[in-house]
């Protein structure tokens, strides 16, 4: 494992000194990072889904910013806007950043507004600028929306656009913790709020944040490139995202009952760069398939339509997804 490995792997040891019982979101959040991907968090209200974000900027040296999704929030608080000021005595248009021109960006709540506001993302999320009047602004080369959700189930909550929910490379489910990590939560909170920064030898400590520098995070982005995926990886692929455009390829399976539509381009190069990030954590430059079935279900899962007998019968896409997995053979 070289200087840059190790690194990341200790960025993703302090975040999860934050966020007990949670490893698989920190680790999804890094790999989206090093991606140049978005993350969409889906959970119950208290689930630590804003404090994973808020921990994972803490420990990256770069600029953050939150919005705070709201049913009367206008899309100009998300991209900013032209105010007017006199210069030299003569009235001019001024742009005013909102808080996307920040490099982590928590969109807090996102289906708490209107598809208007949540459509105000879409160009920067999927070309990295904002366009505001005539004009177009350049977002930070660092770049990530960090989005939760509660479950669209819940009361005031918007679906959002198939579009946009295509735009994200990983969609995670964030559940309740375990008896242990309650237990080591509620240290956790305890020591803060005493104050208490000292070491100690429960799983819970807390240490002050290491500050990575953008450049490891770079660089972590170009070795990335240079690691191998097979044909039989690219093959396994392609094949797991043929299945949900075309099901009737498996006839014993139940994915014909219940895709509705299937997920798009994105999310075949979705898949080849988050299994590379995957290989990579682990320390190898090859990706192999259980590191293609490691990121499916994050991967695929909020990309895939159910039909209606899916919906009627309780079906989760989760659980589409498990059937993917089972069906479709690797080679």
């Not at 005031?156 to 489910?173: C, N, W």
């Not at 398939?289 to 499916?296: E, N, Q, T, V």
Request: net charge negative.
């Amino acid at each position: 494992m070289n200087q840059t490995q190790q690194a990341i792997t200790s960025l993703i040891s302090q975040v999860e000194k934050s966020v007990i019982g949670q490893s698989h979101v920190v680790r999804s959040l890094v790999i989206g990072l090093l991606t140049q991907g978005h993350v969409l968090l889906e959970g119950l209200p208290g689930t630590a889904k804003t404090r994973s974000v808020k921990s994972l900027a803490d420990n990256l040296h770069t600029s953050f910013g939150r919005i705070q999704f709201t049913p009367d929030l206008l899309p100009s608080d998300v991209t900013g806007t032209e105010v007017y000021q006199e210069q030299n005595g003569k009235p001019q248009l001024h742009f005013q950043p909102g808080p996307i021109f920040n490099s982590i960006v928590l969109a807090d709540e996102i289906n708490r507004a209107p598809a208007k506001v949540q459509a105000a993302l879409l160009e920067a999320m999927a070309e990295g600028t904002i366009t505001v009047g005539d004009q177009t602004h350049t977002l930070p080369e660092l770049f990530m929306v960090l989005a939760t959700q509660n479950p669209v189930e819940q009361e005031g909550t918007y679906p959002l656009p198939e579009a946009q929910m295509d735009r994200f490379i990983m969609k995670v489910s964030v559940d309740y913790p375990d008896d242990d990590a309650e237990l080591d939560i509620i240290r956790l909170v305890r020591g803060e709020e005493s104050g208490n920064k000292t070491h100690q030898a429960e799983p819970s400590e807390v240490e002050a944040s290491i500050q990575l520098d953008p450049s490891i995070v770079m660089q972590a982005r170009s070795e990335l490139s240079s690691v191998e995926v097979s044909e039989i990886s690219e093959r396994y692929i392609v094949a797991l995202v043929m299945a949900t455009r075309k099901p009737e390829r498996y006839p014993d399976s139940s994915l014909s009952r219940w895709i509705e539509v299937g997920s798009s381009p994105r999310a075949s190069i979705s898949l080849d760069k988050c299994a590379r990030a995957y290989a990579w954590l682990q320390g190898r430059d090859f990706v192999e398939p259980d590191d293609i079935r490691a990121m499916a279900h994050a991967v695929l899962g909020h990309r895939v339509t159910l039909s209606y007998d899916a919906l009627a019968d309780g079906v989760t896409q989760q659980q589409v997804i498990d059937e993917l997995l089972d069906h479709v053979v690797i080679g």
